[in-house]
């Protein structure tokens, strides 16, 4: 089975990459995606902007493909960053300086506050040919921490402190974290769904 993704996010791209390997499935990013504008993610949720985004890119796609919006709800902050986590301090940085001033806010916003429980979201949408199929959610809880830990993941992933691990999403192993995460959630439902 072989399946498309859309994602201008390196991150995402490496953990829907790890997927297929995990997962033994086909997934192909779509070519030239960088040439493709891409739509403004106007959603208030994250189902309505992951079905925004894949049934836009499913039209470039010979056939199934998949789109992501994912983020970090903060219970203190009412959820926030929520849909807007990719672009939570509108810094106009790209790639690792854009996530590093997103933790910065986030570390500024909950300095005043005690509870530091935070969930990761993710929304995967699968559509063919502009319509959208079905979509899948996962979730996982963890503590955010005073200070940024750990080379490893993007994005919120060195503040995310999953208590079962002992340790930042930041810290862990790829495959660990996909094994808990989120995405590997809303990854393996998908492919349940694919193969019922
Ligand atoms: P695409 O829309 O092109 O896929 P994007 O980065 O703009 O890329 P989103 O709008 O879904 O995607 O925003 C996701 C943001 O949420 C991402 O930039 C991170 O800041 C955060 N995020 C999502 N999943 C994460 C994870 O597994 N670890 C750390 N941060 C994550």
Request: hydrophobic letters at 30%; a positive charge; aromatic letters at 10%.
């Given at each position: 089975m072989k399946l498309w993704c859309a994602t201008g996010n390196p991150g995402k791209l490496r953990e829907f990459r790890l997927a297929g390997h995990v997962l033994q499935i086909e997934v192909e990013p779509l070519p030239d995606l960088k040439t493709i504008e891409p739509p403004e993610e106007t959603g208030d949720t994250f189902e309505a902007n992951a079905i925004l985004k894949a049934e836009f890119y499913s039209q470039f796609a010979s056939g199934p493909l998949f789109a992501d919006d994912s983020g970090l709800a903060v219970d203190a902050l009412?959820?926030?960053?929520?849909?807007?986590?990719?672009?939570?301090?509108?810094?106009g940085l790209a790639g690792h300086d854009a996530d590093e001033a997103n933790n910065q806010l986030v570390l500024k916003n909950l300095a005043a506050h005690g509870d530091r429980t935070a969930r990761f979201v993710c929304v995967i949408a699968l559509a063919e040919k502009g319509k959208v199929i079905r979509t899948f959610r996962g979730e996982v809880e963890g503590q955010l921490l005073h200070e940024p830990k750990g080379?490893?993941?993007?994005?919120y992933d060195p503040l995310f402190y999953y208590p079962p691990f002992g340790c930042t999403f930041g810290e862990a192993a790829s495959e660990r974290k996909f094994d808990v995460s989120h995405r590997g959630n809303a990854l393996r439902q998908m492919l349940q769904y694919l193969t019922r």
């Open positions: 009412g959820g926030a960053p929520g849909v807007l986590s990719a672009r939570y301090a509108n810094s080379p490893g993941g993007f994005g």
